[in-house]
């Protein structure tokens, strides 16, 4: 099964960008939907963005116009371009295969205001 690791967290003032990374351990160009999560403090893990093999993509309300799902099946690789942070935004982010069902171990976002 595979496995995913996320990458690119970090502390950056409001405004910044920054790109996480979900580097899998096998191919992931038999799965159909990659996506990313986030889980704030004190809060429920929500959804953020996902991306079709095909390249359709969808977000959440709260991130569109702002960030940037994209896959490339050839490096096995998922990124996560963030743009315009906000405080809001400060999380723990994870990458997910929503089938098979897999979950990376996350990677913090910190956005200072």
């Known amino acids: 099964q595979v496995q995913l690791t996320e990458s690119g967290g970090g502390v950056v003032q409001a405004g910044g960008s920054l790109r996480l990374s979900c580097a899998a351990s096998?191919?992931?160009?038999?799965?159909?939907?990659m996506a990313w999560h986030r889980q704030a403090p004190g809060k429920q893990r929500e959804f953020v963005a996902r991306?079709?093999?095909?390249?359709?993509?969808n977000y959440a309300d709260s991130v569109k116009d702002r960030f940037t799902i994209s896959r490339d099946n050839a490096k096995d690789m998922v990124y996560l371009q963030m743009n315009s942070l906000k405080p809001e935004d400060t999380a723990v982010y994870y990458c997910?295969?929503?089938?098979?069902?897999?979950w990376g171990k996350g990677t913090l976002v910190t956005v200072s205001s």
């Open positions: 997910n295969a929503p089938n098979p069902g897999v």
């Open positions: 096998g191919s992931i160009r038999k799965i159909y939907n």
């Open positions: 991306i079709s093999n095909s390249g359709s993509t």
